[in-house]
């Protein structure tokens, strides 16, 4: 993340000119101009819009620019800040990808237009604004008048981006004929591990416990309030384990999804130390709580746990099921109450352990990864 981390020092100093800030203006280089505009340094801003950026670079094919990087806040959604687009930005652009935005975007759109004729708009649909997680500060935010606003702004751009099928055909029954769409899967890169040796020995705890890591990202309190009792049991039924939380977003308002549950809690600071605190923590097994009412899900998670060959359990429903092999990549489970049985499976078979691990990771990072020419191609296909 040493490279992200440094852009957005550099994208976001007031003090800087024009052409220092963004130095790609001044290149006369072939290829497509691409404007990223304003991501959140959360997971949404670099999947869909930070590592698109700089592997798209990487290409030789793209000269991209990203206008700011905003800092990352469960409570706020892109259209709680201001965004920044000079003209020079707009004029140099081939194309222009904004975020999912609830706001009435028509005369921004317009104005764009007005500046440059030619130019291509895109907007990334990184999840299902009309199936959000109740219990979530971006659904309290995102009012029915958002969800109106995100449909006509839908209608007015010339491409819109998703990264799975399921979200697509839902905004096509829902916007309706004449929508141009396209799956820009979510990728993992190099950039995310930057400054971590991966052949390095790590730490394990003094105590000898082993070691269950749930993730805790804005979009989970339901499915980790569901499973509450279940982690509970876990704990008595295996007494050796001690759970571990990894996350800034698992309170929302004053309710804790994991109330009267014995775990240690892992903050970061911010994404740039996500990756590093993630790898350093060294767990022996992440299970992935989830509530049968199919609210949005993505698959970042596949992605992290896959990137560092930890051993996972989920619930057998998508997109676990549908992306991993069950009992090859991942155990899965019809019923929560079985959840116990493959936990105590994975901490008594050490071999099970390794290889679910090993597997996983081989699997996601080949496939699911900007080193993957097919992978890539869907990226180079859209912006032509």
């Known amino acids: 993340m040493e490279t992200i981390k440094k852009l957005m020092y550099r994208l976001n100093d007031s003090k800087l000119d024009l052409e220092t800030k963004y130095p790609e203006l001044k290149m006369q280089v072939g290829g497509k101009n691409i404007l990223f505009v304003s991501p959140m340094l959360n997971k949404q801003g670099i999947y869909r819009m930070i590592l698109p950026a700089l592997e798209l670079k990487e290409t030789g094919r ?55 004729p030619k130019i291509k708009i895109v907007m990334d649909m990184d999840k299902n604004y009309h199936a959000l997680n109740p219990n979530n500060y ?38 309706g004929s004449g929508f141009k769409t396209a799956i820009l899967p979510n990728l993992l890169s190099p950039y995310q591990i930057e400054g971590i040796d991966m052949k390095a020995p790590r730490s394990f705890d003094k105590d000898g416990k082993f070691r269950i890591m749930i993730m805790a990202d804005a979009d989970d309190f339901d499915d980790i309030n569901s499973f509450r009792d279940t982690i509970n049991d876990i704990m008595v039924k295996v007494p050796e384990s001690k759970v571990y939380v990894l996350g800034n977003s698992i309170m929302y308002e004053n309710k804790n999804p994991l109330r009267f549950v014995n775990y240690t809690r892992v903050p970061y600071d911010d994404m740039t130390s996500y990756y590093k605190i993630l790898w350093n923590m060294n767990p022996d097994l992440a299970i992935i709580p989830m ?14 746990l896959g990137l560092f060959g930890i051993p996972t359990i989920a619930m057998n429903e998508y997109p676990y099921n549908h992306l991993l092999r069950k009992d090859l990549h991942i155990l899965l489970n019809g019923q929560k109450k079985t959840f116990i049985n493959s936990v105590r499976q994975v901490v008594d078979n050490n071999d099970m352990r390794d290889k679910l691990g090993k597997y996983m990771r081989q699997f996601v990072t080949e496939k699911y990864s900007f080193l993957n020419n097919d992978m890539l191609a869907t990226y180079v296909k859209v912006f032509q």
């Open 62 to 116: 793209y000269n991209t620019i990203i206008n700011q990087i905003l800092p990352e806040d469960s409570k706020k959604t892109i259209d709680d800040f201001h965004i920044k687009l000079v003209p020079e930005l707009i004029r140099w652009a081939d194309y222009i990808v904004f975020a999912a935005n609830g706001q009435n975007l028509q005369p921004v759109i317009k104005k764009i237009k007005e500046l440059n």
């Open 138 to 175: 971006v659904t309290k935010r995102f009012t029915i008048e958002r969800q109106r606003n995100l449909e006509a702004n839908l209608k007015l751009v010339d491409l819109t981006t998703f990264p799975d099928k399921i979200t697509e055909d839902f905004y096509k029954k829902k916007i």
């Open 291 to 304: 509530k049968k009412i199919a609210f949005f899900r993505n698959y970042y998670k596949i992605l992290e």
